[in-house]
């Protein structure tokens, strides 16, 4: 299934956005990691809600979309910035994958959507940036808060490019016709097969080989291809048997066999088509399943390996064969040189049938074929170009030949792939069992978030605003120490005193828990502040005509802060009344009591991923992992007595 929109989708949601110039933002929200949904009032049309999908989709729902109740910081600082700005601009950046709302309040901002890689969402004024979702750098650019915001490199703007320009990319090309004109035309794969079709010239050519009539014939596919994204009305899904395929905003002629389903407009498409990929992609894949799917792609491999093999062997063959029957095509191309120049085809034809191995020709294409013997004496027919020289022809084979040598070598590599997976999964099966049986006995504090503290204190947090009311209400005695972190999301925790005071460097830990299981890590902020009290600070009594919600409780008096939390966790093993658990912890508390652990801090690498890779290395079922960690995506910053390899 296709994974995100091209650079044509892309255009023509641009031209269907042009709906809401004009409208302000209302709201913004983010509902997931990935995700940002910004509520737009558009005037005589009410509110409309814009998805974003990081570095995939962006379309109008249909209907109005379920919201947290809770906005992230980065939806918070968006309504700071842009609530009630007025929409004056939507445009996208060349024609690459990168849509610039333009929005006035006070002053002008611009909301930049990153529809490539990872994606990202970045609020820019004047040219600097004032925050983006992900702060990322690369070696040309550098996208964080404070530094000016750098598009990156240009590519080729098709819209733009006239016959002369688009004749000199296909001329200093020394890749094929389809590889050409998907990247350095910037079609994209999928309409640079197209644009191959609709000018009947085989893809497989040399750019640089094309005639100048048939890159007129290229030039004119391809500009027929994009101005149809100015008539294009609607969307269209398309379909491979009952499971969709694709989606795009005007019909091809490479899926005219296929079926499709039309809809209003390309947001609606692209929102029925997100909705069916989250369906047909479950987290946890069915062994059985997983497995039938490689012994299909094995057999598919055994089949590309076979077809590859053929296509260099015979491929090799007719080079050779132009060879060995050199004076024999010379004659043909002598005559064919000197005689087309009268147009009397048929005679000409008829003639060469009579005195040579000539079967048919296309005078428009150059083309002939020839009907040779090989050593075995067996017929094989040849196409070959009367244009170029002999030895030119048996080069084209040659080099097909190579392409197809190559690609068979990754054939082969990507059979034996698949081979290996196959051959590790019955042993994976039995390690997953193995790891389920070994799950320990369960102590009391693992209902909640919990650590063990360098001077051996429990401390405890709540999962949700339930067990946050449940770790102060029945845990918080007099002796024991509360802390929070000042940002919303963050959970109660509770220092349990295990005898006489509680060390600084305890109550610093507690802080840097609070932190690190809060909303921050999701939002990939760096650092923050929490804050550790007395017990009788701590109170569910509200001021007078107040409210508290479920989870939440005042606090009172002076709050011993504790700044500059640096957002890292770490997580090992640890013994604990003669069970031996698994244990995520701040930094110290790990290095303090683990012999192996893992440091780790937000970022790309799934969490899912993360899980799996730590379940190998502690010997442990997923869920004694999953339940200790924080909300969100990982990044590992260094490993003790972890085998290499191993994360």
């Not at 983006?132 to 240009?154: G, Q, T």
């Not at 085989?202 to 004119?220: C, I, M, Q």
């Not at 085809?345 to 079967?359: G, Q, V």
């Not at 063990?452 to 405890?460: A, E, R, Y």
């Amino acid at each position: 299934m296709k994974n995100g929109m091209s650079s044509f989708d892309i255009a023509a949601m641009v031209n269907e956005l042009q709906c809401l110039v004009g409208g302000r933002i209302d709201k913004a929200y983010q509902p997931a990691r990935d995700r940002l949904l910004l509520r737009i009032r558009v005037p005589e049309e009410g509110k409309k809600d814009l998805v974003i999908v990081l570095g995939k989709w962006l379309f109008l729902a249909s209907q109005s979309q379920e919201t947290p109740k809770t906005p992230s910081s980065f939806a918070m600082l968006l309504r700071k910035h842009l609530s009630n700005g007025k929409i004056s601009k939507i445009e996208q950046h060349g024609f690459d994958r990168i849509i610039i709302f333009h929005i006035e309040r006070a002053e002008s901002y611009q909301l930049i959507c990153e529809l490539f890689g990872e994606g990202n969402v970045v609020l820019v004024q004047d040219g600097r940036i004032i925050q983006p979702l992900i702060p990322k750098s690369w070696s040309h650019r550098e996208v964080r808060a404070k530094r000016e915001y750098v598009f990156p490199p240009l590519r080729q703007d098709v819209r733009k490019l006239d016959l002369d320009g688009f004749e000199k990319i296909l001329d200093t090309s020394k890749k094929d016709v389809v590889r050409t004109l998907a990247m350095d035309v910037n079609l994209g794969g999928k309409y640079a097969e197209e644009v191959c079709l609709l000018s009947g010239i085989e893809k497989e050519k040399k750019a640089a080989d094309l005639t100048r009539e048939e890159v007129e014939k290229t030039y004119e596919a391809t500009k027929k291809l994009v101005d149809s994204l100015s008539s294009s009305i609607g969307g269209l899904m398309i379909f491979e048997g009952d499971i969709p395929k694709d989606i795009m905003p005007f019909e091809l002629e490479g899926y005219k066999d296929n079926k499709s389903e039309k809809f209003e407009n390309l947001s609606m498409t692209i929102e029925k088509y997100f909705t069916i990929k989250k369906e047909e992609e479950p987290e946890d894949v069915d062994y059985e399943d997983f497995k039938g799917k490689l012994e299909r792609q094995l057999a598919q491999q055994k089949k590309a390996v076979s077809n590859q093999k053929e296509k260099k062997k015979q491929y090799k063959k007719i080079a050779e064969l132009i060879y060995s029957n050199y004076s024999e095509c010379e004659k043909v191309f002598d005559v064919l040189r000197e005689g087309i120049k009268d147009k009397d085809i048929t005679e000409l034809t008829n003639h060469l049938k009579k005195t040579s191995p000539f079967k048919a020709m296309d005078p428009e294409k150059n083309e002939v074929i020839l009907s040779l013997c090989d050593e075995k004496g067996k017929e094989i027919e040849i196409t070959l170009n009367f244009k170029k020289s002999i030895e030119e022809n048996a080069g084209i084979y040659y080099d097909r030949a190579k392409k197809a040598k190559e690609k068979l070598e990754g054939a082969k590599k990507s059979l034996e792939d698949t081979k290996k997976k196959l051959a590790r999964m019955d042993v994976e099966k039995e390690k997953k069992k193995k790891k389920a049986k070994r799950q320990t006995k369960p102590i009391w504090f693992e209902k909640y978030k919990w650590f063990i503290s360098s001077d051996g204190n429990i401390v405890i947090a709540g999962r949700d605003a339930k067990t946050n009311d449940k770790v102060v209400k029945k845990y918080l005695s007099d002796k024991d120490r509360y802390a929070h972190a000042e940002i919303h999301g963050a959970p109660s925790v509770v220092v349990k005193n295990k005898e006489g005071e509680i060390s600084e460097q305890t109550l610093k830990e507690a802080c840097e828990f609070a932190f690190s299981h809060s909303k921050a890590w999701n939002a990939k902020i760096g650092s923050g502040t929490a804050y550790w009290v007395l017990p009788d600070q701590v109170s569910k009594t509200p001021p007078s005509g107040e409210f508290l919600a479920r989870g939440a409780f005042m606090v009172r008096g002076k709050r011993n802060l504790i700044t500059d939390i640096e957002m890292r966790l770490g997580i090992g093993k640890v013994h604990y009344e003669g069970s031996e658990k698994v244990m995520c912890a701040p930094v110290s508390a790990i290095e303090s009591q683990c012999k192996i652990f893992v440091i780790f801090e937000p970022g790309d690498m799934k969490k899912s991923t993360f899980i799996r890779k730590l379940c190998e290395i502690f010997q442990v079922d997923q869920e004694e992992v999953q339940r200790i960690l924080p909300p969100g995506d990982v990044k590992v910053v260094r490993t003790v007595g972890v085998p290499e390899g191993k994360i």
